[in-house]
């Protein structure tokens, strides 16, 4: 008995490293921690309300991704991303997810694209509530689910990659100035065009909403931005 509860502690633990990695994750995509400062693993789990051993783990992960990097004896420092690396990022979503939007179009059935409903009336739900977190894990979920039915895992794996690498700034400005209910309502167009079977529509619908995706990065990294929240710990 006592190596099962071993086991069950280690996986207590792996859970919590990702719940941690999770709630980070979306503080830098949201912009809460500040690109180029430096973070103690102290310091983080004093705001998530954890110890710093999983915060420590779960920012390993992230410099795994390319997200942060170790400072010896500080902490983590977040990565900068440049103009041009957004425009490189935007570019490769660009040549991967615009055809392949066109291609699940006409192969896809109305169940599977339905089903996703739910998650693209989230994403406008979340954005009409001022739910960035929210926001920003349901469209994740959307367009990985989406770009799942061409039947590809790599694709979806780099996409999501991607995704992570470029992610959004100061969405809390934009948040407040109201320019994420239209891009969050894209996702029920794209979802209808495809419904409508019109494949061309659709392409032309993804291709917009990258381009706005891309406009709201420049407006927004000049955006404040503030401390990791308390309220990102209340998951954990």
Not at 37 to 49: Q, T
Not at 184 to 193: G, K, P, T, V, Y
Not at 199 to 208: K, N, V
Not at 216 to 222: I, T
Request: charge should be negative.
């Amino acid at each position: 008995m006592g190596d099962l509860k071993q086991h069950s502690l280690i996986k207590a633990q792996e859970r919590l490293r990702d719940q941690v990695g999770h709630a980070l994750r979306a503080a830098l995509i949201a912009g809460e921690l500040r690109p180029g400062s430096v973070y103690s693993a102290p310091g983080l789990a004093a705001e998530l309300g954890v110890s710093a051993t999983p915060v420590r783990e779960a920012m390993l992960d992230l410099a795994r991704e390319g997200l942060v990097e170790p400072v010896r004896n500080k902490g983590f420092r977040i990565t900068e991303v440049s103009e041009r690396d957004l425009d490189q990022f935007t570019e490769l979503r660009t040549m991967i997810e615009v055809p392949t939007i066109g291609r699940i179009t006409k192969i896809a059935t109305a169940g599977q694209l339905e089903a996703l409903r739910p998650v693209a009336e989230e994403i406008v739900t979340s954005a009409r509530e001022h739910n960035l977190i929210g926001y920003l894990e349901a469209d994740r979920r959307f367009h990985l689910s989406l770009l799942a039915l061409a039947g590809n895992d790599r694709l979806v794996e780099t996409v999501g990659d991607l995704r992570k690498r470029s992610r959004l700034y100061g969405l809390t400005g934009l948040d407040e100035a109201g320019k994420l209910v239209s891009s969050a309502e894209e996702h029920i167009e794209l979802l209808d065009l495809m419904l409508s079977g019109d494949a061309e529509a659709a392409q032309e619908c993804m291709l917009r909403h990258l381009g706005h995706v891309r406009s709201l990065w420049a407006q927004g990294r000049d955006e404040p931005v503030g401390r990791v929240p308390g309220g990102l710990g209340s998951g954990l």
